[in-house]
Nanobody, 132 residues
Framework: QVQLVESGGGLVQAGGSLRLGCAAS????????LGWFRQAPGKEREFVAA???????????YYADSVKGRFAVSRDNAKNTGYLQMNSLKPEDTAVYYC??????????????????????WGQGTPVTVSS
């Protein structure tokens, strides 16, 4: 079991930056895939980024096309914390951001990484508002 708590959301002007945090407690955090999703008003929850433990004993990163080159996902296992650095923010990035986790076994790969229903544990969400 993993419990997740997001932090760092807020109001920022277009072009600005925010760093979201995802503090984890419970199970061994290091072997869990960490995903970030967002949900804008009236829209479905969508994939943003993920950091997944690979068979090569390292982490692979994945990004939605809409955030590539602007967002960066990272984690500090010693602190049981994941991060989403968001730069060059746009008004269309406005949403509630959620971190999520799932045990990163061999079956967790491919399209599963982008699918919110495949993640077992979720934080409560943190709102991000980007003004134009």
């Amino acid at each position: 079991q993993v419990q997740l708590v997001e932090s760092g959301g807020g109001l920022v002007q277009a072009g600005g930056s925010l760093r979201l945090g995802c503090a984890a407690s419970g199970d061994i955090f290091g072997r869990y895939a960490l995903g970030w999703f967002r949900q804008a008003p009236g829209k479905e929850r969508e994939f943003v980024a993920a950091l997944v433990w690979s068979s090569r004993a390292t982490y692979n990163t994945y990004y939605a096309d809409s955030v590539k080159g602007r967002f960066a996902v990272s984690r500090d296992n010693a602190k049981n914390t994941g991060y989403l650095q968001m730069n060059s923010l746009k008004p269309e990035d406005t949403a509630v951001y959620y971190c999520a986790a799932v045990w990163s076994g061999p079956a967790f790969s491919g399209r599963n990484i982008y699918d919110a229903s495949k993640y077992n544990f979720w934080g409560q969400g943190t709102p991000v508002t980007v003004s134009s």
